[in-house]
């Protein structure tokens, strides 16, 4: 079992940064891939993108490549979301999660925070 926390949601305005925190608790984040998903108003869930259990390989969707930036400290046992560029599109309550296998759907998952990007 593990626990996910994230935090660092806001208000920040278009063309802003924010990151975000996962902190995790129960058993150590390297035993798992960690990913990042978001449920913006009126949609459904979407995968932002995910880390490797090493931190050495990441994936983004195409609408947060080059913005996004997704990166793991095993030791602190947290994963973080590096948010530029931020654009009103990107308003979401955002979630982390992790799994063993990194393969929807993933096992476990936090409660989310809320991002608003005012424009």
């Known amino acids: 079992q593990v626990q996910l926390v994230e935090s660092g949601g806001g208000l920040v305005q278009a063309g802003g940064s924010l990151t975000l925190s996962c902190a995790a608790s129960g058993r150590p984040t390297s035993n798992y891939v960690m990913g990042w998903f978001r449920r913006a108003p009126g949609r459904e869930r979407e995968f932002v993108g995910l880390i490797s259990r090493n931190g050495e390989t990441t994936h983004y969707i195409d609408s947060v490549k080059g913005r996004f930036s997704i990166s793991r400290d095993n030791a602190k046992n947290t994963v973080y979301l590096q948010m530029n560029s931020l654009k009103s599109e990107d308003t979401a309550v955002y979630y982390c999660?992790?799994?063993?296998?990194?393969?929807?759907?993933?096992?476990?998952w936090g409660q989310g925070t809320q991002v608003t990007v005012s424009s």
């Open positions: 999660a992790a799994d063993e296998s990194g393969s929807l759907p993933y096992h476990y």
